[in-house]
């Protein structure tokens, strides 16, 4: 019997979590919960919880996003930039110069203005 060992050991750890779960469910307090809603750090919510977002924000969340990628690329790009020289410099400078334009261009748009 190849498997002896592992179906013993596999038996020992269903009992335990099987014992847990029993020793869980007979310990346990019932209570009813207080409401139905949904919890918004103790505030009732004023709207429901799928609505959906004004468009404004959404030039936002892809400038967030950008952003988000920025840093994605840059922390690999640190440890790896004294090993390439001055070519990886160049190259960040190229991307952060692109972001940069996309920043410039949405200023332009204005995404930035809330009124």
């Known amino acids: 019997m190849e498997f002896g060992a ?29 409401s139905r809603e949904p919890f918004l750090s103790g505030i009732a919510p004023s709207e429901h919880a799928v609505s959906r977002f004004h468009v404004r924000w959404y030039p936002v969340a892809v400038l967030f996003l950008a952003f988000d990628m920025e840093m994605v690329f840059m922390y ?12 990886a410099v160049v190259e960040m400078f190229a991307f952060l110069a692109v972001l940069f334009s996309a920043v410039v261009y949405a200023w332009r748009e204005g995404a930035f203005r809330w009124t």
């Open 76 to 87: 690999p790009w640190v440890l790896v930039v004294d090993r390439m020289g001055a070519g």
């Open 6 to 34: 592992a179906l013993l050991v596999f038996g020992i750890a269903a009992v335990i979590i099987l014992a847990v779960c029993v020793l869980s469910a007979s310990l346990r307090v019932i209570r009813q919960p207080r």
